[in-house]
């Protein structure tokens, strides 16, 4: 994990935060995990200059208020955010979603799995992707 | 006094014998006699008072009426038309009024009083003459009156023969001379010279040629006619034997024949008679008919012979005319196309041949039956045949000629149509009928074709539903049947006569009509053309027309029109287009609603794939770490619980992932396209990554097809997986095929797993059915299911051949 930049975490679903926290503490991965609930908080806190910027959002696409696809179709518009690399964590396996968020220039599509060994494996792969890929 | 009066009726009553025998036409003579009385004349119109007349005698001689003649020619009757008329011989008082005058010509009606007026007496009294011979037509004469003139005359002869012979019988004067002998008696006094002079011109004056010769043919005298015709003086005629006068200087023959006719008349005294030839001074050859007779002295020798010549050329050519108008009519008669009959009374006295043909019975047969017996008791027209025919008989007797149509029967029974025409003739005086009779059973039948036909088209006018209107070249209407009538409410009264633009035709459709009239007339064809007419009561009617015109000759006659009413067939189209129009409506808005179902099924499936599958999720990572975060706590029991939560909810998660796949057939738009099922399954394969001691093959080389690619994959990915999945030998073997099965490819997928047992071949193909515990083989029951539906999407259908222990074999066919 890159060192020292926050990670945020677009997710409603509070079982699945604490999961992600798990799973990244599982890995020993140290940066600072960032919350938002939905898209608009999201969006707040990225343009907030108090807030830090992240290196990664790993974002859930079925949320109340903003879902994930209309908080892409924001951030891929704006050009001081575009290049964050998005990765998407869901639970949906359907095809229409996939397309979508790739139409929306995301970095990797992740299906949330049932069993939590098999999630801290998801998201050892996304720290092994983010720190092996060149980024901007 | 008498005798002298007497004398005079004799001597007028040999002229008129004469003329009685050889006469002309229409001659007359009249004679007054007796010395001048007191009666003064004034009455008689001469304006001559001075002139006294005791009395007059007058002579007609009546022809023939020459019509009669003629039509008796008409039809052939063989008599002899020349034949001079009677004479009558009338005497008058001019001292009596004229009723008396009448009544000593016998006792009969009064001749009419313009005939007595046309009589020249005037001409006679003023010319001095004695003897005056004219002709007058005698028109008013009728048929009546001809017959008792006939009879005056007869009595006249009769009372002047008596007249004559009384006398002279009483006086028993053996001296008297034979009258006929003028110039051979000497008159003693001033009387006698002068009725020798009367005579003397009446001999003269006759028309024929007159001689007088003794016994021996020693001519005498001859009148002027027989001089003048000689062109010989009557001197050097005279003394001279009459068979060697100039008359008959050009035939031996006729010299002799008169020579011995003079010999036996002189031997027997009976008058002969017969047709000779004369030359006149110019040497043309006459006929004539000349007769001798002998006049006997009071002691009956026979003093006198008297011969006398008619000049009969003109009347032999009259002969000869009416010779050939008999054969003419003759061959008419013979040879005319109608049958001809002749009637008398009601009775038929002679028909032509052709009757005979038409009729079909021989002349005899057909004369010896009367005229009912050739016609049915009714006629056609349902009057009885004997009542109409009496009708008919009565009106052409009475002189109307009649011209109409009868059935008659011929002699076999049969009927046949004829047109008759009956004229009345006259033959031999009497009243006949002349019928002509011509078969018209073709023109009958012609006629009755035509009727049939006009019938026909009539009733076909009248029966039919369609509009039937005829529109004059003025614009009028001249017939609408009753079809339309009905239509349009009114009465043919109300339309005949009456403009049909403005009266049938609404103002918007006036302009159109008038231009097709003007195409019809121009083209002369029939057109075909849609226009409204207007009820009585003011409703539009929307008719489809086949125009044509008519023309009578080069002239516009009418416009014929044959319309259907549409109106209802154009409500009706219009409707269907509505419905038409409606139904799409509603199957856009059906089909938005489908698509309105659609986006909501996916909606659920999104929120069944997310909103279950989370907190599922969610449960089972909570009790995954408890099970790691208290573990020192758990005993093993706690977290083998924890375990079978896991499980279930493992379960459930796949349920749904089964569920949302099954209803993303069909729902989700197909993309189907060329696909290589060869890498396809190897792909498939692959992904499957079949455990080491199964083995998958792929016989040849699978085909490409059109389909989802999704759908494929879904389809090979179960079959195959659940082959893999069940196999239960150390050496499994899947065997993925093709074959080509006509229009379609078949596809199997064999394995040397367990096998199903039969019973269970339909069941697995349920949804959720599975044949093993959830917990022992992983699965939901969802994949055959898949399979089934998504080969039946391309009408294909899935086959399992199974037996337990010895492997399965599943089938199903794409389309090529």
New interface residues.
């Given amino acids: 994990m890159r060192p020292n930049t926050p990670i945020l975490l677009v997710e409603d ?1 509070e ?2 935060q604490i ?1 992600v926290q ?1 799973a990244l503490r599982d890995i020993h991965v140290t940066n600072r995990l960032l919350i938002a609930a939905n898209g608009e908080e999201a969006l707040r806190m990225l343009r907030d200059p108090a807030c830090e910027r992240p290196g990664i959002i790993l974002l859930d ?2 949320m109340p208020r903003m879902n994930g696809a209309e908080f892409l179709r924001v951030v891929k518009c704006d050009a001081e955010l575009k290049r964050i690399p998005v990765v998407v964590l ?8 996939r397309i979508e968020s790739f139409n929306l220039s995301v970095a990797g599509y992740m299906i ?6 098999q ?1 801290v494996e998801v998201v050892r792969t996304i720290d092994l992707y983010w720190t092996l890929s060149e980024l901007p | 006094m008498f005798r002298r009066q007497c004398f005079i009726y004799l001597q007028l009553l040999l002229g008129w014998a004469t003329l009685v025998c050889f006469g002309g036409i229409g001659q007359f003579a009249l004679a007054h006699a007796g010395p001048p009385r007191s009666r003064p004349l004034d009455d008689l119109g001469d304006g001559r008072p001075s002139q006294l007349l005791q009395s007059l005698t007058v002579v007609w001689i009546i022809p023939e009426n020459p019509s009669r003649a003629g039509r008796q020619e008409q039809v052939g009757r063989e008599e002899d038309s020349a034949r001079p008329g009677p004479a009558a011989i009338v005497s008058a008082d001019l001292r009596a009024p004229l009723p008396a005058w009448l009544e000593r010509a016998g006792d009969c009606e009064p001749v009419p009083k313009p005939v007595w007026e046309r009589l020249p007496v005037g001409r006679l009294l003023r010319s001095r003459d004695e003897l005056y011979v004219g002709q007058t037509e005698l028109h008013g004469l009728d048929d009546r009156l001809f017959w008792w003139v006939l009879l005056v005359v007869a009595l006249a002869i009769v009372l002047a023969i008596c007249w004559n012979r009384t006398p002279c019988r009483d006086s028993g004067a053996g001296t008297v001379a034979p009258h006929g002998g003028l110039g051979a008696e000497r008159l003693d006094d001033e009387t006698t010279r002068e009725t020798a002079r009367r005579f003397r011109a009446i001999f003269d004056q006759s028309l024929h040629l007159t001689g007088v010769m003794d016994p021996q043919g020693t001519l005498l005298d001859v009148n002027s006619p027989a001089a003048e015709f000689s062109g010989v003086s009557r001197e050097e005629l005279l003394h001279k034997p009459f068979w060697e006068g100039p008359w008959w200087r050009h035939d031996s023959a006729a010299r002799s024949q008169v020579r011995e006719a003079i010999a036996r008349v002189a031997h027997d005294g009976e008058p002969v008679r017969f047709q000779t030839t004369h030359v006149d001074r110019d040497g043309r050859l006459h006929n004539i008919q000349f007769s001798l007779r002998a006049v006997r002295d009071d002691i009956g020798r026979i003093a006198l012979l008297i011969a006398e010549g008619l000049d009969i050329t003109d009347l032999k050519r009259s002969e000869q005319a009416a010779q050939d108008g008999r054969e003419w009519y003759r061959s008419l008669f013979e040879g005319a196309n109608d049958a001809i009959f002749l009637m008398e009374e009601d009775r038929f006295v002679d028909c032509n041949p052709r009757t005979q043909a038409l009729f079909g019975g021989t002349r005899e047969q057909i004369l010896q039956l009367h005229p009912y017996d050739l016609s049915p008791e009714f006629q056609p027209d349902g009057r009885p045949s004997t009542q109409k025919a009496l009708e008919k008989i009565s009106a052409a007797y009475a002189g109307e000629p009649q011209s109409f149509e009868w059935r008659h029967y011929r002699i076999d029974g049969s009927l046949f149509d004829a047109a008759v025409t009956l004229n009345r003739v006259f033959l031999a005086g009497r009243p006949h009928l002349v019928a002509v009779v011509r078969d018209i059973t073709g023109r009958k039948r012609a006629d009755e074709a035509l009727r049939n036909e006009m019938a026909f088209s009539q009733t076909l006018i009248h029966a039919s539903p369609a509009f039937f209107v005829a529109i004059g070249a003025d614009g009028r209407t001249r017939m609408m049947n009753p079809a339309m009538l009905n239509a349009l409410g009114y009465t043919a009264e109300e339309v005949v006569g009456k403009d049909y633009m403005t009266t049938f035709v609404p103002d918007a459709d006036r302009g159109a009509l008038a231009r097709i009239f003007e195409q019809l007339v121009v083209a002369g064809r029939p057109t075909l053309n849609e226009n409204h007419i207007m009820t009585k009561d003011g409703r539009l009617l929307l008719v489809e027309w086949h125009g044509a015109p008519v023309f009578k000759g080069q002239e516009l006659d009418y416009f014929f029109g044959v319309g259907i009413d549409i109106t209802r067939r154009r409500q009706a189209e219009e409707e269907i287009r509505k419905l038409n129009a409606e139904l799409e409506q509603r199957v856009r808005d059906r089909t938005a609603q489908l698509a309105a179902a659609n986006a909501a099924l996916n909606e659920f499936a999104y929120v069944v794939s997310h909103d279950l599958k989370a907190p599922l999720r969610a449960v089972s990572q909570l009790a995954q770490w408890v099970s790691e975060d208290y573990a020192s706590v758990l005993d093993e029991e706690g977290k083998n619980r924890l375990k079978l939560i896991n499980g279930r909810i493992a379960r459930m998660y796949n349920l749904i992932d089964g569920i949302l796949q099954y209803s993303r057939i069909g729902r989700v738009e197909e993309d189907r396209r060329p696909i290589d099922l060869d890498l396809l399954v190897r792909e498939v394969i692959e992904a499957l990554s079949p455990p080491a001691h199964v083995h998958v093959t792929v016989e040849g080389r699978l085909p490409v097809v059109v389909a989802d690619r999704t759908q494929m994959t879904q389809v090979f990915q179960n079959l195959i997986g659940n082959a893999i999945k069940f196999i239960n030998k150390p050496a499994g073997l899947v065997t993925v095929a093709c074959e080509d099965a006509g229009d379609r490819w078949r596809f199997s997928v064999t394995d040397n797993g367990p096998g199903i047992d039969p019973k269970y071949h339909e069941k697995i193909f349920g949804i959720f059915q599975t044949l093993t515990p959830r917990d022992q083989q992983e699965g939901t029951g969802i994949g055959l299911t898949l399979v089934r539906r998504i080969v039946e999407l391309y009408s294909g259908k899935v086959e399992l051949e199974s037996e337990v222990g010895k492997g399965s074999t599943f089938t199903f066919t794409l389309p090529k």
């Fill in positions: 679903d079982v699945d999961t798990r696409l079925n869901t639970s949906s396996r359907e095809e229409q979603d949330k799995p049932v069993d939590y060994r999630f």
